[in-house]
Nanobody, 126 residues
Framework: QVQLVESGGGLVQAGGSLRLSCAAS?????????VGWFRQALGNQREFVAA????????DYAAFVKGRFTISRDSAKNTVYLQMNKLIPEDTAVYYC??????????????????WGQGTQVTVSS
């Protein structure tokens, strides 16, 4: 059974940084399948944040995080990271990692992912 477990969320002041981790178990992922980060703020729909493949050569970011967030992975550990810098209050949300079972091209769409973590809360105070 595939499990994705996020960690690293918390409370941080505006301008601060956090690094989220997503540890995957139960499956070896193909190098070309995508792993993504999404977020959902209270009252809002889940939105795409960033994605990359397990080879690390297809990184893609939502416009609102480009230049502030970086996705990376440690394939040996089956772990994906989201380094978040220059956080702003609007980044407050539950952050989810997601992984594909097989490659699909609409990686900005949550429906293109097969596996989801339980989410980790990120709160940015002003």
């Amino acid at each position: 059974q595939v499990q994705l477990v996020e960690s690293g969320g918390g409370l941080v002041q505006a301008g601060g940084s956090l690094r989220l981790s997503c540890a995957a178990s139960g499956r070896t992922f193909s190098s070309y399948t995508m792993v993504g980060w999404f977020r959902q703020a209270l009252g809002n729909q889940r939105e795409f944040v960033a994605a990359d493949n397990w080879s690390g050569n297809r990184a893609d970011y939502a416009a609102f995080v480009k230049g502030r967030f970086t996705i990376s992975r440690d394939s040996a550990k089956n772990t994906v990271y989201l380094q978040m810098n220059k956080l702003i209050p609007e980044d407050t949300a539950v952050y989810y990692c997601a992984a594909q079972k097989a490659y699909r091209s609409n990686w900005r769409v949550s429906g293109d992912y097969d596996y989801w973590g339980q989410g980790t809360q990120v709160t940015v105070s002003s």
